[in-house]
């Protein structure tokens, strides 16, 4: 079974700098695309920014310039270096996967359980 695990959300001053990850886990051979997602109180939940396994990169409008994703594909981890926050930015931060082979099986759009990044004026 393969799991997402986030971590690093947290409290930060708009303005300020954070940094989320993301560790997939579970005898994987190889992972396509990953990406994160946010998800706003009362609103649905958008794309942030996705990484191809050979470094794409694609960035919603409203983060190109101030955030960065990256990946380790020997850590099968993602990351999003995020700076100049807004308190806009203020969601759950959601990684995704959206192809996973492994030892058994092969997983599509696999989802970890989010962290949260609150940004205050």
């Known amino acids: 079974q393969v799991q997402l695990v986030e971590s690093g959300g947290g409290l930060v001053q708009a303005g300020g700098s954070l940094r989320v990850s993301c560790a997939a886990s579970g005898s994987i051979f190889s992972i396509n695309a990953m990406g994160w997602y946010r998800q706003a109180p009362g609103k649905q939940r958008e794309l942030v920014a996705t990484i191809t396994s050979g470094g794409i990169t694609k960035y919603a409008d409203s983060v190109r310039g101030r955030f960065t994703i990256s990946r380790d594909n020997a850590k099968n981890t993602v990351y999003l270096q995020m700076t100049s926050l807004k308190p806009d930015d203020t969601a759950v931060y959601y990684c995704?996967?959206?192809?996973?082979?492994?030892?058994?099986?092969?997983?599509?759009?696999?989802w970890g359980q989010g962290t949260q990044v609150t940004v205050s004026s």
């Open positions: 995704n996967a959206d192809k996973v082979v492994t030892r058994l099986t092969t997983y599509f759009n696999a």
